[in-house]
């Protein structure tokens, strides 16, 4: 075995071999029936255990027999956070059928485009949702439903509502489970991502890496939490982490108070009110908990447990965080959306400063030298490769997903890290062009691909520039067009229109008479990072 890969034994032997549709039903039906599952803080609607098993098995038997969905057959979710995203999917993995989790912040320009990436069958949407869905349905002639969350009395839209779903379909006696083999290549959702370089791709999770994960989260060295704890999320569902978050937590039972959106008084508000225990969140959210003076003027003492993902969390934040709540540790997770699963995870009883943690069970770890390949020892600093049971690959993209994986089978992350003497992780920096704003990965070839629709956009790169709040904030060098006069509000609006917050150019645009090309026409980035 080469000595410079570090690898964890899994601890999978708990959890039988079964599609985790069976796992998360037989699981749920071992709750109390009247143990809240989720609550939702801004409408007050509760969802209890005993309901999200009913009304799942009802939406499953009604998308068989009624809608006709088999196996493998696409559904997409796009709403905010609610319940019934995971009514829809847990629907979704009794049927074995695949859900595409989608931002309903899309523009109709990107909603199209990932809806013709997945072709789902029927798509979930709340009322926010449903005009633009509707814009762009025509074009989508494999939709052969919708189905709408919100209570709706216009019944013209031709959608189908939610609640006539769900009211009856199957006791569970009667009700059939898909058989899932192979858990290893069986989907069980579509995740988005950018790869380390280019345009938005669909990542195809894996049932085996469920699995995986809810291995994890009964690991009581892990997520030393009790099983009725109460966790406040406010990650959106359709991120990896937040839905990550969801289906785990349902697996240990925990009570999920969910925010549809960060408002600083009612997110302390809840901590306080529901005697919050644990708390899942990413580097922009911990700097308001290390910053805001809103906190002293709230009981937040039940909060035991800080989770932070998405990004790497500064040292400085990471200490005043714990000074604030006065516990033991800030437990930063570091993954990504191919890998499905956090690789790295702080230890409460070695932390180190600046480290992201040590390796989870199930998983193997090399760092490798970008220009040769060639494995690399202990602080050595390369490219961190990691195998365990990923995605399966990208969705009808077979170049990008032979790319994606090196000889081995390990999943090149684009970023840069070492390991010290102890095993403990750090990261230093990344060979992916990718923008990282808050929790978002922006891909900027999506960017510029927009910019050079403008008729006075005669070349454009887009790069990131640091921020303290953001992490990143995308900013564009653009040549105009010989003759035209484009102002800075015009490029920025102009992007607007087609991308959703996040993709936008928040640090701005920058106007210069030429960018920056390697030989082969390749922008030379860091040329444009030094200009900032």
């Not at 240990?252 to 959106?261: A, F, H, S």
């Not at 600083?264 to 306080?272: F, V």
């Not at 932070?308 to 033991?328: C, D, E, G, P």
Request: aromatic share 8%; with cysteine; glycine share 6%.
């Amino acid at each position: 075995m080469d000595t410079k890969i570090i690898s964890v034994a899994a601890k999978t032997s708990k959890i039988p071999l079964e599609s985790t549709g069976k796992l998360l039903f037989d699981r749920i039906s071992t709750f109390e029936n009247t143990a809240v599952a989720f609550f939702e803080v801004k409408s007050g609607v509760t969802c209890t255990y005993g309901n999200l098993a009913i009304n799942s098995l009802n939406l499953a038997t009604n998308l068989r027999n009624s809608l006709g969905i088999v196996k493998n057959d696409h559904l997409a979710i796009i709403s905010e956070n609610s319940h019934k995203i995971w009514v829809a999917a847990l629907a979704g993995l009794y049927l074995a059928a695949p859900f595409h989790l989608l931002n309903p912040g899309f523009t109709t320009y990107e909603l199209k485009k990932y809806l013709m990436m997945s072709e789902p069958k029927v798509v979930f949407c709340s009322k926010q949702v449903l005009l633009k869905l509707q814009v762009v349905r025509d074009e989508c002639t494999f939709i052969e439903a919708v189905v709408l969350f919100d209570d709706e009395d216009d019944t013209s839209k031709d959608v189908i509502p939610y609640k006539d779903l769900i009211q009856e379909g199957c006791d569970g006696k009667c009700f059939e489970m898909e058989e899932v083999d192979d858990l290893d290549n069986q989907v069980a959702y579509i995740a988005n991502s950018s790869g380390t370089t280019g345009l938005p791709k669909g990542v195809m999770v894996t049932h085996a890496n469920l699995r995986l994960n809810m291995s994890h989260v009964i690991d009581r060295e892990l997520y030393p939490f009790e099983d009725n704890s109460v966790v406040l999320h406010v990650i959106p569902f359709y991120h990896v982490h937040g839905c990550g978050v969801c289906y785990c937590g349902l697996y240990r039972g925990l009570k999920l108070l969910v925010m549809d959106q960060f408002e600083p008084k009612s997110y302390l508000h809840n901590i306080q009110e529901h005697k919050v225990s644990t708390l899942f969140i990413v580097p922009t959210l911990a700097d308001f908990l290390a910053n805001s003076p809103l906190l002293d003027t709230y009981d937040l003492s039940s909060v035991e447990q800080i989770y932070s993902a998405a990004a790497v969390l500064k040292t400085t934040t990471h200490q005043k965080v714990l000074k604030r709540f006065n516990i033991k540790s800030v437990r930063q997770i570091y993954g990504a959306t191919e890998i499905g699963v956090a690789v790295f995870m702080t230890p409460t009883a070695s932390f180190k400063p600046g480290s992201t943690g040590k390796i989870t069970p199930g998983l193997s770890v090399k760092i490798v030298d970008p220009a040769t390949g060639e494995s690399l020892g202990c602080n050595q600093s390369g490219e961190i490769c990691v195998k365990t049971a990923t995605m399966k690959g990208y969705l009808n993209d077979p170049e990008n997903t032979r790319t994606a994986f090196d000889a081995d089978g390990f999943v090149r992350t684009g970023d840069v890290g070492y390991y010290d003497e102890e095993h403990h992780f750090y990261i230093v920096d990344r060979l992916k062009d990718l923008i990282k704003y808050k929790a978002f990965q922006v891909p900027p070839l999506e960017i510029e691909e927009i910019l050079l629709r403008h008729p006075g956009v005669g070349d454009a790169a887009v790069v990131g520039k640091p921020d303290e709040r953001y992490g990143e904030l995308a900013v564009a060098f653009v040549v105009r067009v010989e003759g035209v006069e484009v102002e800075e509000s015009e490029v920025v609006d102009f992007v607007a229109k087609y991308l959703s917050v996040e993709k936008r150019l928040h640090g701005g645009v920058r106007f210069v008479r030429e960018i920056p090309r390697n030989g082969v026409g390749k922008i030379l980035r860091k040329e444009l990072r030094e200009l900032l």
